[in-house]
């Protein structure tokens, strides 16, 4: 059991206020997917999200009477083996945001797709709506994730383990929270996804925006036996997290002379470390109590002190496993109480392309057309979520060493800044519609085939070429090239290399 804070009345920066309409403060996002006009829902406006995505098909689900408009329409994408597809959105490089995705595929048959989340080059978690589905009701995922750069990525991978259909989305939240929210996670190395966010004491709805400045999702907690209900006002920016403000007006409260016992979460957890969010006020204005906190029988607080002002405790890293057990035992007069909590589960950041590799990467792709719909977030991570035709290696560091974009219908030239992957060993762009000079490659000192022939390229070979000693095979066949075939690689007999037919060399080469 690590790290436990406690937290009173910081003094912390709030968000503004929000009017109905209006959207969240800083980069923050609300797409409707697969929609082709703006909506609005809850006082929130929901954008269309083609702009941030090249990928999927848009289709209306034919259900009437949807609560959330947002739920009406989906994104559907391919199932091609080990393709993600991502929406990419400008972010603030120092800021953590939530990210909420929303699945409803509708009542009709067949069954819903299985399929992965990823966050930039970060396996987040499978997705399966089957038991939501069951009882008709949408599956949300939620997770906190740093910017990694000015960019971030949100993709959906078609995992060929998991069923026949490829992945799908019915609405995307990623928002930015404010400094303190959740500031303690190390998320240089973690990230954090929600396993329960609970208003105890609670039988209405759910608490969200307007009420949550985030749109978090507070769950009802019913106890009839223990419920107590209070109308004081919490200062909610008085904590790190910035909770509700309402959360505190409700409260399960033990019985005198007796503890407290809540099984919550209520789902079995791995065994693993947890972020454990506990949040504290006395429903009697100028009272206060004191009592200790244990979870699975362990101490989490000892003479916790609650006045009306509120009070939480949370811990960054705390062991659970199996059903929870969350524990209040007096050591004052009045009894124990408790008004809302949350639970993360914690997993590792994955690691990324080489950044020089990536953004060689992110040029080559701008100097082509009718590239892969795949072809964005990283281009290597998660493993086994590579970019079509890219291959890489992942040693101590991730580096890209073979492209085989052969007969993708490619059109476009190809970018200097290819030779900036210097861990590259094949490089093929073959049949194709180039066109272009071949850039100066001699930076490639492990390139041991290039396979360009059957394109359009024009220009003269370089003498470089001939100075990279790796390379084994070189096909140039099928193209509109000219000049004279360099003397170092006619002249090299550990090179198997083909430059005719269709180039219009001078002298002509050997066949």
Not at 336 to 361: M, Q, S
Not at 423 to 452: M, V, W, Y
């Amino acid at each position: 059991m690590l790290r436990l804070l406690t937290a009173t009345a910081a003094l912390l920066l709030l968000l503004l206020p929000l009017a109905a309409g209006q959207r969240f403060r800083g980069f923050s996002y609300l797409l409707d997917c697969g929609a082709e006009t703006a909506t609005d829902s809850r006082g929130l406006r929901w954008d269309p999200d083609g702009p941030y995505i090249s990928a999927g098909s848009p289709r209306e689900l034919p259900l009437q009477g949807l609560l959330d408009r947002t739920l009406a329409t989906l994104r559907d994408f391919p199932n091609r083996s080990g393709a993600k597809y991502c929406y990419e959105f400008p972010v603030d490089p120092n800021r953590r945001y939530i990210l909420r995705p929303t699945f409803f595929y509708g009542t009709s048959s067949p069954p819903p797709p299985v399929f992965d989340l990823i966050v930039d080059g970060t396996f987040w978690t499978a997705v399966d709506t089957a038991d939501d589905r069951l009882a008709g009701s949408a599956s949300h995922y939620e997770a906190v994730f740093p910017a990694g750069g000015r960019s971030m990525s949100f993709c959906l991978g078609a995992n060929p383990n998991y069923t026949e259909s490829g992945p799908f989305i019915n609405a995307l939240q990623v928002i930015q929270l404010d400094d303190p929210v959740y500031n303690a996670t190390d998320f240089r190395s973690s990230a954090m996804g929600l396993i329960a966010r609970t208003k105890f004491g609670s039988t209405g709805e759910v608490e969200r925006y307007p009420d949550d400045s985030f749109d978090r999702h507070w769950q009802t907690f019913p106890d009839s036996k223990h419920a107590v209900s209070s109308t004081h006002n919490v200062t909610s920016g008085d904590f790190w997290n910035l909770p509700p403000p309402d959360v505190f007006n409700t409260a399960l409260v033990a019985e005198q002379n007796a503890p407290l016992v809540l099984q919550w979460p209520p789902i079995p957890l791995q065994n693993d470390s947890y972020y454990v969010a506990l949040y504290f006020a006395d429903t009697l204005d100028d009272s206060s109590r004191t009592f200790d906190v244990n979870i699975n029988d362990y101490r989490f607080y000892e003479n916790l002190t609650v006045t009306s002002a509120g009070h939480s405790v949370f811990a960054t890293q705390w062991i659970l496993s199996g059903l929870t057990r969350v524990i209040l035992t007096s050591k004052s007069g009045l009894p124990p109480l408790i008004n809302a909590g949350e639970v993360f589960g914690l997993f590792p950041i994955g690691r990324l392309t080489i950044t020089r590799d990536a953004l060689a990467l992110e040029s080559v792709k701008r100097s082509l057309q009718n590239i892969p719909d795949d072809w964005i977030g990283d281009p290597c991570m998660p493993h086994g979520y590579a970019w079509t035709g890219v291959t890489c290696h992942e040693g101590l560091n991730i580096r890209v060493i073979s492209l085989n974009f052969s007969s993708m219908g490619i059109s476009g030239s190809i970018s200097p800044d290819i030779a900036n992957l210097t861990a590259l060993t094949d490089l093929s762009f073959a049949n194709n519609s180039l066109s272009g000079p071949i850039p100066d490659l001699i930076k490639l000192g492990k390139l041991q085939r290039l396979h360009l022939h059957d394109n359009k390229l024009n220009g003269t070979i370089l003498q470089t070429l001939g100075r990279i000693q790796t390379l084994r095979e070189l096909f140039l066949q099928g193209n509109n090239m000219t000049g004279a075939v360099p003397q170092n690689l006619l002249n090299n007999k550990g090179l198997t290399s083909q430059f005719l037919p269709g180039n219009n060399f001078f002298p002509r080469p050997p066949r």
